[in-house]
């Protein structure tokens, strides 16, 4: 059985992993309520860890919580709740809450093949702050060492889950072998989901798959959103590690071209910490954000 995390094991476990979570906080309350000021639970897209005390109000802060992290919404949200008939309870008292949400890392990539190239480019990955997906047919192939922001994913048809992984995520094709890298191609291809595409090769390999997926009717455009041979031309070597070490370099330009500009107002303003202490009494829940 798995050992249940408290709040600052999960964050630190969050962290780790780069997965998004929220963090919530007891902020204040009046009158009789389940928990105290300062009290905290993590929240995930499919776990919950610690508690501020149950009920309809956890339910809730769960429910407002989930919505952000599915809408990517990584803003500091104050919500005040009073405990009356809408929520179930009948404590009497209010609470104040603060929702803190954290995107983990932004950058999602799944690499297809546990191979030698892939093996040296974990090794690189599991010191930079992107969450992984590592997909592989063959169990035995993944190390027994895993860094903590990868996540292994066993399967026997990789081409057929390739769309639902790479949704929204960066694609690196490096497996054993060129019938599953083109099946991964026409997938990835006919999705439509996935951020970008990198497929490991040569020239010729890159020539071939571009005539073989014209005949099959994908248009010069659509074709051209696999980069092959993948990595940066201008970082040279055979190596594992040195291709490894090239294909980082591609990712990290990718990565920094994802990124917009911050706005230039960012976390709580004073007016919405202001408006937690105003005199809202009524029963629905009340949030300020920015």
């Known amino acids: ?7 600052h094991q999960a964050v630190a476990e969050c962290e780790n992993r780069g997965q998004p979570y929220v963090l919530v906080t007891v902020l204040g309350v009046t009158g009789s309520v389940p928990r105290e000021p300062a009290t905290k639970m993590v929240i995930t897209g499919e776990q919950t860890y610690d508690t501020i005390g149950g009920g309809h109000l956890e339910y809730r802060v769960i429910a407002k919580a989930r919505e952000q992290l599915a809408a990517r919404d ?15 309870q009948c404590c009497g008292g209010s609470v104040a809450v603060l929702l803190e949400a954290q995107p983990g890392s932004e950058n999602h990539l799944v690499v297809f093949g546990a191979g030698h190239v892939a093996q040296a480019l974990m090794a690189i990955l599991g010191q930079l702050p992107w969450r992984v997906t590592w997909v592989d047919s063959r169990a035995e192939t993944f190390p027994a060492e895993i860094p903590g922001n990868v996540r292994v994913h066993h399967t026997d048809d990789p081409a057929g889950d390739a769309g639902e992984l790479c949704a929204g995520a960066h694609a690196l094709i ?20 996935a951020a970008s595409i990198g497929l490991i090769g040569s020239d010729t390999k890159a020539g071939r798959f571009r ?51 911050k706005p230039a107002r960012r976390g709580l303003s004073w007016r919405d910490l202001k408006a937690l202490n105003g005199s809202d009494t009524s029963e629905k829940a009340e949030a300020a954000s920015c």
């Open 211 to 261: 005539q073989r997926l014209e005949h099959r009717g994908f248009s010069a455009e659509t074709i051209d959103r696999i980069r092959c041979p993948v990595g940066r031309s201008d970082v040279p070597g055979k190596r594992p590690m040195e291709v490894a070490v090239s294909i980082s370099a591609e990712l990290l330009s990718l990565a920094a071209a994802d990124n917009t500009e």
């Open 174 to 193: 490096l497996t054993h072998n060129h019938a599953l890298d083109f099946e991964l191609c026409q997938a990835l291809l006919k999705a439509d989901s």
């Open 74 to 88: 990584y803003r500091y949200q104050l919500a005040h709740f009073p405990l009356g008939a809408s929520l179930g």
């Open 1 to 7: 059985m798995l050992k249940k995390l408290n709040w």
